[in-house]
């Protein structure tokens, strides 16, 4: 087996990046017989950070200007281009706990065709100094779900697992999540906004009721507009 090193010319940026990586790290273990702290960090993340760069910087010319898919109707609904949309939408109510949550009903309107489509928007903050904060769009038609998502794991308890803790977790297209878990012999809550960089806000289960009934006013408040 030849142990010639690869010529520059016949890999890619991320191919050589990675070899140049390897052949560091085995040269490095042969001389010493082990590795630092610093060396590893030189060795391999900052490495494997420019690949990482250039890889997305590669993904964004051979697709310049794509989006992430819609994950729900409403989003999709306040993407159309050509047409003038409108946004109604009315505050329902906050919980303010290790964190806060709010609650919106949304309605949107294609001026043109007249077409609708409505839903709610749960906002989680959290809390700290820095307050980390992102915004979840529930369609209509996943509101009864959620609503019995809440119901559902507002009652879950100990007896679920024969295990020593547990976590009941309802989520939604648009990444909010509600969960139950264990917590020193207690039952506590936490929802969740976002995918990258979620938002959490820690809340009891009677906190938890309460932005049950937040996402019920909204849903009634919906309803009368049909």
Do not use: H
Not at 190 to 213: C, F, I, N, P
């Amino acid at each position: 087996m030849s142990d010639q090193r690869p010529k520059r010319e016949t890999m890619s940026i991320e191919e050589w990046t990675i070899f140049n990586m390897w052949e560091r790290l085995s040269r490095k273990r042969l001389k010493t017989g082990r590795y630092t702290v610093g060396f590893l960090y030189r060795a391999i993340f900052i490495p494997l950070s420019l690949v990482l760069i250039v890889t997305q910087v590669a993904y964004a010319e051979e697709n310049p200007g794509s989006t992430p898919e819609s994950k729900t109707k409403l989003e999709s609904f306040q993407r159309q281009t050509g047409t003038v949309v409108i946004k109604g939408y009315s505050n329902i109510g906050k919980i303010i706990a290790l964190g806060s949550v709010g609650v919106e009903c949304m309605e949107f309107t294609d001026a043109t065709s007249g077409k609708k489509q409505l839903g709610v928007v749960i906002e989680v903050t959290e809390s700290g100094r820095l307050q980390n904060s992102d915004r979840s769009l529930i369609d209509y038609d996943e509101i009864e779900p959620l609503l019995k998502g809440i119901d559902y794991i507002s009652k879950v308890n100990s007896s679920a697992t024969k295990l020593d803790g547990f976590e009941a977790i309802y989520k939604t297209k648009g990444d909010f999540t509600a969960v139950a878990f264990s917590s020193a012999g207690k039952v506590e809550a936490a929802v969740k906004s976002g995918y990258v960089r979620t938002a959490t806000a820690y809340l009891s289960l009677e906190k938890l009721g309460t932005l049950r009934d937040l996402v019920t006013q909204a849903k009634q408040k919906l309803d009368s507009l049909k």
